[in-house]
Structures are given as C-alpha cells and as structure tokens.
C-alpha cells in the first residue's frame, strides 16, 4: 500500500477513535444534562413570565466572564448578553442583556420575553440586516455546584430593531458544545471547534459548519487539505476576501486515569473557499507561517476585528501544569494580526500627548519663574522597585516587589503637583485577565469583565476600559472596579446562603467590614518577631510565606496586580521592614 493509502487509512482510524469518544462521553453526559434540564426548564419559567420589553437605566453589570459583547452595527451601542460568575461556593450564569451607550457611558437593561435560556461560553456574530441581528449559538450552563454540564446546540437571533428573541430550529447543525467560535462571513455564520464535557469525560472539535442567513439550514463543511487540531477558545477571523483564519486555542488529553495534559496551540490556518460562499462551493485548509513578533502562547485569551484588514487578541494565561500546582501569568498586553501581510506585531501604547505637559509646564513658568520650570522639567527620581520571586504553599508563583522611596525633597512637592505629574506618568490599564469580553466600535477597543487567579481564590471583574486603536495612546477607565469587595466563600465555609437564582451580588459590604474587624482585633501580636541575631534579609526570607498570605486577605488599591503575573501583588514590604526594625528596637 503506497503512502496516500496508509494516511487515507490512518486518517480513518483517527475518525472512528473521536466517533467512539464522541458516543462515551454523549452516553455518560445524557444522565448528567437530563439532571439540568429540569433546572434549565425552571428559569426558563421564570422568564415565560415575561410579556413585555421593558427597558430601564441601571448600574454597570454584575462581575462576569465568558459573556458575548457585541458592537450594533448602526448605533452606538454595545450589547452584553450571557456570562457566568463563582463566588467560591456556587457557579451563576445570566442571561441577562444589557446594552452600553457609549456616548452617555451608561447602561440599560433591556428585559425581553422568551430570551434564550442561561448560559456562558457561547458565541454572538452581529450582522447588519434589517436594523440588526444578533446570532447566538451554543455554550454551556452549569449545576450550582459547577460540577455538572449542560452544553447548548440550539441557535438565536436577536432582532435589534424590534427587540424580540427568536430560536430558530434548523436540523443538521453542530451537536452542543461550548468554547467554539463563530464569525458572520458573507451570508452565512461558520462555526468551528468548542468542546463537550461531562463529569469524567470530554472531547475537543475541530469540525466545521455553515449556516445559510437566506434559507436558514445548516451544512457540515468538509473541506480538503490539513486543518488545525481540534481546540477551544481560538482566535477565528474572517478577511474580506471571505476566508477564515484560525489562531491558537486549548485542548487537552487524557494520558492516564484521572491525569490530563493540556496543550497551548500556537499555530494558525487558512480556511479558504473556491467561489462566491455558496453552499456547494469547496472550501480548503491550508498552514499560515505569519512573520513578525507572535504572542506568547496563552488561553482564555479575547479576540476583535479592528481597523486596517486586522485582528487583535488581548489579554488571557499561561498556566505551567506540573504534578500538584500550577503556575500562572495573566497578560493585558494586545498583539495584531495584519491579515493582508500575514504579519503578528505587538501592540506598544504611545502614551498621552505631551502637548499638555508643555502648556502646564509654561503656565507654572509665568507664575514661579524659569527656576521653577527648569526643576519641572527635570525627571524626579522616582521610587526604586526591589523585585523578588517565591512560590506560595499552594505553588503559586508570587511576585513581592518592594518599593523603596524616593529622596525627600520629592515629598516637599505641592499635593496638586503630585497629582498631575502621577496622572502623567502612571499609566492607567486593564489589570491582566482572561475570557474577558471585547468589542470594537468606530475603531475604538472595549475590554469589559474576565478573570484572574490569586492562589484558590477568583476575581471576576466587572470594569470597562476602552483604547483608540488608531491612536494607540492610553487606555481609558470607563467602569472602575474594586476587586477588593467581591464577595468570596471558602469552601469549608457552610452553605448557608440563599438560592438566589439572579446572581451573587449581595454581602459585599459585610465582608469588607468583618475583614477589617479581624485586622482590628489580630494587632500586632499577629506578626512574627524577630529573633535574636537576626539579620534583616533573614528576616525578611523567613517571613515571607507569612506575608504571601497576609497579602491575600488585604487586597486593596496599594496590593493591586501588575502587569504580566497573576501573583505579582506589591504586599507592603516596608511594613515587613518596619516591624523588624520596630522589634529591634524592642530588643
């Protein structure tokens, strides 16, 4: 048998292994999806109630990850539909539909009967026909407890300008699935990979299907040539030629009972179509190798068409699975794929314009005189940064950064100077997350929600920045966010909480103040001493898993993430430093 026989033969067996996968895990989660279907059908209950559109005012959106954030293709609107939230205890979805005015930077939210059921991880494609339709296809909705799965293969529009829901029953489309992608590409939406899990099993696609926005029927694509692995959560683009690019994503392998391997796919495919994107053309794969800068590999990362026939990717994590921890980097950075020179390259903020700078510079000149404006213009030394890195007992990778001070005539400074000058040098940006929403409108990037990891413990954000990709100046805070309130349950702690089946949004305050009252009562006493003969650096090595934790139960602006590690938490050095040198003192 020649070589094209055995891969013809190869590429079989590979077929009728994932077909047997794809029966086990369909046979294990039937038992688990009948369970949800019953809650499932409970919401949906609650929201048959619904007779009306009812549109009001109201606060930004409660905290959450793995919603859609779509731009309205004729106003300027973005739309939050779905998401999912864990307060520690118990796992929330939403869908709920908010829509954000960007001129008036306010929200509203738009109540409308007979929505699509409760969900996250599923995909929206906004297309422009009448007034606007919003697709949504898929995703997941998940027992309180998060340890059951039900996965969506049904599909929505959403008609803007009438604001009604409407499901639409089409057969032979893709089976449920959650972490797919799906973009509009001339009259027809295409959806690829996602993955199907149930509590011992699961199964990663890579297979492709067609939706017709004219005659409403779905078609499996079977296209030539040697397409991506199957994954999750990649970057899927269309050009306007009509072809689709496929970037990275996540998958994972089961390499013996109760251990899996994931893996960071970093390599990138052209889907491609011979003819006007009818249903009969052929469509073909083929292997992108793109020049320029590349992003580190990541998942969780969020995707957006921008201007100029590019793509962008921001933020998501680099997780390094060992044995019994996991180490994690989340990133805020953005990188661009320019689709027409098959090119990757970082995207570097330019800062503000100095102009401002200048003209506050020579107002101070008028009334202090040239001494004044020579000594402004001088860069003031600013605080030193002492990095140093440990691993948590958990194995989390933490960054302690101590910050060393300035010399003192900086702090001789007039406050309001202080003000605008830290205005001018600190840059203002989303902290580092992943499976955070995006959209972009009139060339404009939004970034609403996502996550990041500190240890066990969860924070799903509920901020929004936007940047001007034509600028690429500043990020601009739209929705600020204190991650320090949000409520977190430990899991030893009792179940004494109510089914609350809108969301976790209550007892915040309670916390913050219990946490503060514990601060109180401990004193100094709770700190460890310092014993005789020791050295400052030993101190300071001793004590340092002590601080790690001291760190995580004071979260606050000063212990806020920097950039680039999860666990990079500025945790009062100099308070460590202080206590040593106050019980030396003692001594």
Same mark, same amino acid.
């Given at each position: 048998?020649?070589?094209?026989?055995?891969?013809?033969?190869?590429?079989?067996?590979?077929?009728?292994?994932?077909?047997?996968?794809?029966?086990?895990?369909?046979?294990?989660?039937?038992?688990?999806?009948?369970?949800?279907?019953?809650?499932?059908?409970?919401?949906?209950?609650?929201?048959?109630?619904?007779?009306?559109?009812?549109?009001?005012?109201?606060?930004?959106?409660?905290?959450?990850?793995?919603?859609?954030?779509?731009?309205?293709?004729?106003?300027?609107?973005?739309?939050?539909?779905?998401?999912?939230?864990?307060?520690?205890?118990?796992?929330?979805?939403?869908?709920?539909?908010?829509?954000?005015?960007?001129?008036?930077?306010?929200?509203?939210?738009?109540?409308?009967?007979?929505?699509?059921?409760?969900?996250?991880?599923?995909?929206?494609?906004?297309?422009?026909?009448?007034?606007?339709?919003?697709?949504?296809?898929?995703?997941?909705?998940?027992?309180?407890?998060?340890?059951?799965?039900?996965?969506?293969?049904?599909?929505?529009?959403?008609?803007?300008?009438?604001?009604?829901?409407?499901?639409?029953?089409?057969?032979?489309?893709?089976?449920?699935?959650?972490?797919?992608?799906?973009?509009?590409?001339?009259?027809?939406?295409?959806?690829?990979?996602?993955?199907?899990?149930?509590?011992?099993?699961?199964?990663?696609?890579?297979?492709?299907?067609?939706?017709?926005? +004219?005659?409403?029927? !779905?078609?499996? #694509?079977? &296209?030539? @040539?040697?397409?991506?692995? *199957? %994954? =999750? /959560?990649?970057?899927? $683009?269309?050009?306007?030629?009509?072809?689709?690019?496929?970037?990275?994503?996540?998958?994972?392998?089961?390499?013996?009972?109760?251990?899996?391997?994931?893996?960071?796919?970093?390599?990138?495919?052209?889907?491609?179509?011979?003819?006007?994107?009818?249903?009969? +053309?052929?469509?073909? !794969?083929?292997? #992108?190798? &793109?020049? @320029?800068?590349?992003?580190? *590999? %990541? =998942? /969780?990362?969020?995707? $957006?068409?921008?201007?100029?026939?590019?793509?962008?990717?921001?933020?998501?994590?680099?997780?390094?699975?060992?044995?019994?921890?996991?180490?994690?980097?989340?990133?805020?950075?953005?990188?661009?794929?320019?689709?027409?020179?098959?090119?990757?390259?970082?995207?570097?903020?330019?800062?503000?314009?100095?102009?401002?700078?200048?003209?506050?510079?020579?107002?101070?000149?008028?009334?202090?005189?040239?001494?004044?404006?020579?000594?402004?213009?001088?860069?003031?030394?600013?605080?030193?940064?002492?990095?140093?890195?440990?691993?948590?007992?958990?194995?989390?990778?933490?960054?302690?950064?101590?910050?060393?001070?300035?010399?003192?005539?900086?702090?001789?400074?007039?406050?309001?100077?202080?003000?605008?000058?830290?205005?001018?040098?600190?840059?203002?940006?989303?902290?580092?997350?992943?499976?955070?929403?995006?959209?972009?409108?009139?060339?404009?990037?939004?970034?609403?929600?996502?996550?990041?990891?500190?240890?066990?413990?969860?924070?799903?954000?509920?901020?929004?920045?936007?940047?001007?990709?034509?600028?690429?100046?500043?990020?601009?805070?739209?929705?600020?966010?204190?991650?320090?309130?949000?409520?977190?349950?430990?899991?030893?702690?009792?179940?004494?909480?109510?089914?609350?089946?809108?969301?976790?949004?209550?007892?915040?305050?309670?916390?913050?103040?219990?946490?503060?009252?514990?601060?109180?009562?401990?004193?100094?006493?709770?700190?460890?001493?310092?014993?005789?003969?020791?050295?400052?650096?030993?101190?300071?090595?001793?004590?340092?898993?002590?601080?790690?934790?001291?760190?995580?139960?004071?979260?606050?602006?000063?212990?806020?993430?920097?950039?680039?590690?999860?666990?990079?938490?500025?945790?009062?050095?100099?308070?460590?430093?202080?206590?040593?040198?106050?019980?030396?003192?003692?001594?």
């Amino acid at each position: 048998m020649g070589k094209k026989g055995k891969r013809e033969k190869k590429g079989k067996g590979a077929e009728k292994t994932a077909a047997k996968m794809e029966k086990k895990v369909s046979r294990r989660a039937k038992k688990e999806e009948e369970d949800l279907e019953a809650l499932i059908a409970e919401f949906q209950s609650l929201d048959a109630k619904k007779t009306q559109v009812i549109e009001s005012s109201c606060p930004p959106p409660s905290p959450r990850l793995n919603g859609s954030l779509s731009a309205h293709p004729e106003k300027d609107e973005l739309i939050l539909f779905g998401g999912e939230y864990f307060n520690g205890q118990k796992t929330y979805l939403y869908n709920e539909l908010y829509v954000y005015n960007i001129r008036k930077n306010s929200w509203s939210k738009v109540e409308i009967p007979n929505p699509p059921p409760r969900r996250c991880a599923h995909q929206a494609a906004v297309v422009p026909t009448a007034g606007g339709q919003l697709w949504v296809f898929g995703g997941e909705f998940a027992s309180p407890n998060g340890e059951q799965f039900y996965h969506y293969k049904d599909l929505w529009v959403l008609h803007l300008a009438t604001k009604t829901w409407e499901q639409i029953k089409a057969s032979g489309g893709p089976s449920g699935r959650s972490g797919h992608r799906m973009v509009a590409c001339k009259r027809q939406l295409i959806v690829f990979g996602g993955f199907h899990e149930s509590a011992r099993d699961y199964i990663y696609y890579n297979d492709v299907y067609a939706f017709n926005l +004219d005659s409403f029927t !779905w078609s499996k #694509l079977v &296209p030539s @040539g040697i397409g991506p692995a *199957p %994954r =999750s /959560g990649c970057q899927m $683009a269309t050009t306007p030629e009509g072809s689709i690019i496929i970037y990275g994503g996540y998958s994972k392998q089961r390499i013996k009972k109760d251990v899996d391997k994931g893996t960071l796919h970093t390599d990138m495919f052209l889907l491609k179509t011979e003819g006007a994107g009818k249903e009969e +053309d052929k469509w073909a !794969w083929s292997r #992108l190798n &793109p020049s @320029g800068v590349k992003p580190t *590999p %990541r =998942s /969780g990362f969020s995707v $957006a068409i921008g201007p100029n026939n590019r793509s962008l990717l921001f933020g998501g994590v680099h997780d390094e699975e060992e044995e019994e921890s996991i180490e994690g980097d989340f990133f805020n950075d953005i990188y661009f794929y320019d689709m027409g020179k098959n090119r990757w390259f970082p995207g570097q903020l330019k800062g503000p314009k100095s102009e401002k700078r200048k003209r506050r510079r020579g107002r101070q000149a008028e009334a202090e005189g040239d001494e004044d404006e020579d000594t402004e213009n001088q860069h003031p030394q600013g605080p030193v940064e002492i990095v140093k890195e440990v691993v948590a007992e958990d194995g989390t990778v933490m960054t302690i950064k101590q910050v060393i001070s300035g010399p003192a005539e900086e702090k001789e400074r007039s406050e309001s100077e202080e003000e605008e000058d830290g205005a001018l040098s600190q840059q203002v940006e989303p902290c580092p997350r992943s499976n955070a929403m995006l959209a972009v409108k009139h060339g404009i990037l939004y970034v609403y929600g996502g996550m990041f990891e500190v240890g066990d413990r969860q924070f799903t954000l509920s901020d929004l920045y936007s940047v001007d990709l034509h600028k690429m100046e500043e990020w601009k805070v739209l929705v600020e966010m204190d991650p320090k309130a949000q409520e977190w349950l430990e899991e030893s702690e009792s179940d004494e909480e109510e089914d609350d089946t809108e969301g976790a949004e209550g007892g915040e305050e309670e916390e913050e103040s219990s946490e503060e009252e514990s601060e109180d009562e401990g004193g100094e006493e709770q700190h460890p001493s310092v014993q005789p003969d020791e050295k400052h650096e030993d101190y300071l090595s001793r004590t340092e898993q002590y601080w790690i934790k001291l760190a995580r139960s004071n979260m606050g602006p000063d212990a806020k993430e920097k950039k680039g590690h999860v666990g990079s938490w500025n945790i009062h050095p100099a308070l460590q430093s202080a206590k040593y040198y106050m019980l030396r003192a003692q001594a």
